[in-house]
């Protein structure tokens, strides 16, 4: 994520997508949004620790080292997805995965245990390939959804606005009302996702 800028182009898309993600929410009063974010680079840690109202969610920069420990970051969404801390009725969580290389620990194990689980087979799961390197076949098996494509961000234009989708467009559709289960069942989707940017309208004479 160093290289030609990623990483600063992922904090510029992330904070230039704040005020369309706090305005999302305004328009679903009925609905309780909060931003937690993971960064996993030698290790992975919590970058937002505590879930934060999306009204004073800020960002602080990442910056990107050593290797990419995706699996144990999902471990850790996994373990937040448990009920409790979860609760039996809520919305469906989203969970966004930005990544420019391939996992360098046991990602495919740590997915099978995130997707076993009821909230996590449920949260609808969005991933951003960022530059060709990435790894797709990884951030599919995340994803999980044959009807859901691994977004493919090659500039920093379409990352924004990849990022800006996931966050105004998704977050609308899963704080809706018909998104939460009427009957407590937490094992199936039931958020319609709408459709990504077609890629071929993100066009930029700038290729990571």
Not at 17 to 30: L, R, S, T, V
Not at 131 to 151: R, T
Not at 183 to 194: A, K, R
Request: aromatic share 6%; no cysteine; glycine share 4%.
């Amino acid at each position: 994520m160093q290289a030609d800028g990623k990483i600063q182009s992922l904090n510029n898309a992330i904070k230039e997508a704040i005020p369309h993600m706090q305005k999302a929410a305004d328009e679903n009063p009925h609905a309780q949004v909060f931003v937690r974010a993971i960064r996993f680079s030698d290790g992975a840690q919590w970058h937002v620790p505590q879930p934060t109202p999306v009204a004073d969610f800020k960002w602080s920069d990442l910056k990107a080292v050593g290797m990419t420990d995706m699996g144990k970051a999902i471990s850790m969404v996994a373990e937040q997805l448990k009920i409790p801390p979860m609760s039996e009725r809520a919305l469906p969580p989203i969970l966004v995965l930005v990544s420019d290389g391939q996992p360098t620990d046991d990602y495919p194990g740590a997915v099978r245990d995130l997707l076993a689980l009821p909230w996590g087979k449920r949260a609808v799961r969005i991933a951003v390939a960022i530059g060709e390197d990435a790894d797709h076949d990884a951030l599919g098996l995340f994803v999980a959804n044959a009807e859901i494509p691994v977004l493919q961000a090659n500039n920093a234009e379409t990352l924004v606005t990849y990022i800006r989708w996931a966050s105004t467009a998704v977050l609308k559709a899963a704080s809706a009302p018909a998104s939460q289960s009427n009957t407590g069942n937490t094992t199936s989707l039931n958020v319609p996702i709408p459709a990504p940017p077609a890629a071929s309208s993100l066009l930029s004479t700038d290729v990571w």
